[in-house]
């Protein structure tokens, strides 16, 4: 499982998975890892890590009480989880869920962890205390139908979002971009979909959730279908890898959420 974009969460190893939430107040993601703790599955959970850092979501709540870990070998993943989230533009929120039954919640306990790094007993417990604590400064959101105006709404977002936050040199790619994946939206799902817009550092991510859970590829290039104008038809997803740093998708339980990362300078 390497790292290449895009970051498509179909392809998860043994023991890991990866699911995320489209709220309305944040994006948050949960991996869950569960099996022995042994050479394998800490390999398939520091990769996948990386890959959900690499999203970017406003929260992060990693998923232990199915992990088999008697010697809290796995304390030191964690920890440097922990380290990498509070260094990203803006921080992850990372948060832990152990049972306090299993000997890896004394051991975090015993590590400090919980100034940094709490500790739940529950997924529900975390998604509660994480919605308190991701601010809301940082991020547009908007709930659209599924029809022709949807995708200009969007690159309205977009553009409120950038004036905003002083990255006009950002604005016009930006809106191609959701433009894009509004359109992909529309065309391949035909559910509500939820966009948003988040500030990244120096840049920004755009995402669009919508209810069809199969996860976007890129199709051979097709003929233009001359019964839409050419503003209305998306070019595909190709643009979007051709003009965003990162993009991927991620399964949700209600379908999946496409997010593209755009920086200063082009890919």
């Not at 939430?21 to 890590?49: I, K």
């Not at 260094?87 to 039954?101: E, F, M, N, R, Y």
């Not at 309205?156 to 790619?173: P, Q, Y």
């Not at 995402?207 to 199709?219: F, T």
Request: with cysteine; hydrophobic share 40%.
């Amino acid at each position: 499982m390497g790292l290449s974009p895009p970051y498509l969460h179909d392809d998860t190893e043994r023991g890991v998975s990866v699911s995320a939430e489209a709220a309305e107040d944040a994006a948050v993601s949960v991996l869950t890892v569960r099996g022995p703790w042994d050479a394998r599955l800490s390999l398939n959970a520091s990769v996948t890590l990386r890959r959900c850092f690499t999203e970017h979501p406003d929260g992060l709540i990693v998923d232990l009480s199915g992990l088999s870990d008697p010697h809290s070998e796995s304390a030191s993943t964690w920890m440097t989880a922990r380290a990498f989230a509070a260094s990203l533009d803006p921080p992850v929120h990372l948060a832990l869920c152990v049972p306090p039954d299993l000997p890896l919640a004394d051991r975090m306990q015993a590590l400090g962890a919980g100034r940094f790094l709490p500790v739940y007993a529950k997924v529900r417990q975390a998604r509660v205390a994480l919605a308190g604590r991701i601010p809301g400064d940082r991020r547009l959101s908007l709930t659209l139908r599924s029809d022709p105006e949807a995708p200009s709404l969007a690159r309205n977002l977009v553009s409120d979002a950038c004036l905003s936050w002083g990255l006009v040199h950002l604005l016009h790619r930006s809106r191609l971009v959701m433009s894009e994946l509004v359109t992909n939206a529309i065309e391949h799902a035909g559910t509500d979909i939820r966009v948003m817009v988040s500030r990244r550092g120096a840049g920004v991510q755009l995402s669009v959730a919508d209810g069809d859970p199969r996860l976007p590829r890129i199709l051979p290039v097709s003929r233009p279908r001359p019964d839409l104008p050419l503003d209305e038809r998306g070019r595909g997803l190709r643009t979007v890898a051709g003009t965003a740093a990162q993009w991927g998708a991620v399964p949700t339980e209600t379908g999946k959420i496409v997010w593209a990362t755009l920086v200063s300078a082009p890919r």
